[in-house]
């Protein structure tokens, strides 16, 4: 708890004694590479620091992925999702949330300092604005000076202008990161409603932020957990804290996502294309033209999945089973692994293009290609060239599941999970499909310890 309000005290502390920018930033601008050029003459560091991150790279170092042999880089420009599908061959509208200038296509230029967006993370975000479909680019009609001399430390509208927003639009992708946690009350998220800041959990150094989504998670490093502050014995009834050894915290106190702002669960996109009415479901469109066919949910209750901080996951060129579901990513873990927890997920599901002849995923060209000739063979083949995979000729389309882990919209304890929502006739928990023999309340904690053993040296 110490540790909690240290970091709280130091953040406000911050806050109150950022140094104001406005009497010495110097104008005009004439482009947004000319005030980053500007930064860097006092903070010469930075745009260095910031192109050794995730921010900048979209990508990780080269990693083991399981399953998979040999070492593959896996960040969000190389892999897939249900969503938009792939960044690559989308260039400019994936990178209107890049943290630079002008990513247009693969052969960007990640050496160039001034390409780095300093304004993104630290001017204001009512005065500063990218633009959706440029490259990373501010909106024409945003006055640099202005911007520039409005930075200070970042705040939760600057984390949210683009976490908030993933997948094109308000809560699309994530269904826990929503314009809500901008000032939030404590029923929305208690953290965020008491005060607290992005960076309190994220910290970070040399720019480099603590966190992985899962997403794009392989191994268990540069993850966060609630213990890290909390500790593992935050619970003042002892079997509480003993729940903590197969229970992530989020489970028992994320009873729903999806708070404020509808979350898409579903995206069909071989329906793209048609002439269907559009109808609406919690105020959100559940058909464009160009996207194909959605579902939205609101104050999702979660799916819940044995996760060890490591990943399945589908990689560009990979084989699948169009009879079957493809997993694009799935948590790693068991009743018998003693490194797993039961953490609560949503799960994204929708149909996306494949190749009918080489069985593996397709990535479309849809970014100044199917949204402007609705023609999926030419997307195809013009998005496989970019990504550098031979297309038949033919496509189909194979349903697909994605899983994101839930971190955000903690409730205060009081409205948390209580004994009955797990342990009873009505569990929430599918006790038979995590791998007990039933309710362990009545039929036993976790598995023999000779069987976690065994389950470990089978996974090595």
């Not at 520039?148 to 984390?159: F, G, I, K, Q």
């Not at 619970?235 to 729940?243: P, V």
């Not at 109808?279 to 949910?297: C, I, S, V």
Request: glycine share 8%; net charge neutral; hydrophobic share 30%.
């Amino acid at each position: 708890m110490r540790y909690i309000l240290l970091i709280f005290f130091l953040l406000i502390v911050g806050h109150l004694f950022a140094e104001d920018h406005s009497s010495y930033i110097k104008g005009p601008f004439k482009n947004p590479q000319e005030v980053t050029k500007q930064c860097l003459t006092c903070h010469e560091e930075s745009a260095q620091q910031i192109m050794k991150t995730s921010h900048w790279t979209w990508s990780t170092p080269p990693v083991k992925v399981p399953g998979h042999e040999g070492l593959h880089r896996i960040g969000k420009k190389d892999i897939f999702n249900n969503y938009c599908i792939h960044v690559q061959s989308n260039w400019p509208r994936c990178t209107s949330c890049h943290t630079g200038y002008g990513w247009k296509d693969d052969s960007f230029d990640f050496d160039k300092e001034e390409n780095v967006d300093c304004l993104i993370c630290h001017a204001d975000p009512k005065i500063y604005k990218k633009n959706p479909a440029g490259a990373g680019f501010p909106k024409k009609d945003v006055d640099l000076l202005n911007a520039a001399r409005s930075v200070r430390l970042p705040d939760r509208e600057n984390c949210g202008s683009c976490h908030f927003y993933g997948g094109g639009g308000e809560n699309v992708k994530h269904g826990d990161l929503e314009q809500i946690l901008a000032n939030p009350t404590r029923d929305q998220d208690v953290h965020m409603g008491s005060g607290m800041v992005c960076q309190d959990c994220h910290v970070h150094e040399n720019h480099d932020f603590k966190g992985r989504g899962s997403s794009v998670s392989v191994l268990d490093e540069n993850h966060l957990y609630c213990a890290d502050c909390h500790g593992l014995d935050a619970h003042e009834n002892e079997r509480l804290n003993l729940h903590v050894r197969s229970i992530a915290c989020q489970t028992c106190h994320i009873p729903t996502f999806a708070k404020g702002m509808a979350t898409k669960i579903w995206w069909d996109w071989s329906k793209a294309g048609m002439d269907i009415e559009p109808k609406e479901e919690y105020g959100r469109e559940t058909f464009n033209k160009k996207k194909g066919e959605f579902h939205w949910a609101k104050n999702v209750r979660p799916e819940y999945a044995w996760y060890n901080g490591t990943m399945d996951r589908y990689l560009k060129g990979d084989k699948l089973d169009p009879a079957n579901i493809l997993y694009l990513n799935r948590p790693r873990g068991s009743v018998y692994d003693n490194k797993a927890k039961i953490y609560p997920f949503k799960v994204m599901r929708g149909k996306q293009i494949y190749d009918a002849e080489y069985n593996y995923l397709i990535i479309p060209n849809l970014w100044g290609g199917y949204w402007k000739h609705f023609n999926w063979d030419k997307a195809a083949k013009d998005g496989m060239a970019a990504a550098g995979l031979p297309y038949s000729g033919h496509y189909a389309f194979v349903e697909t599941k994605m899983y994101w882990r839930i971190n955000h919209e903690v409730v205060p304890k009081e409205k948390a999970l209580q004994c009955v929502d797990c342990h009873g006739k009505n569990s929430i928990l599918d006790w038979e499909k995590l791998g007990y023999e039933g309710d362990p309340m009545f039929m036993g904690d976790r598995k023999k310890e000779e069987l976690i053993r065994e389950y470990d040296l089978e996974r090595k």
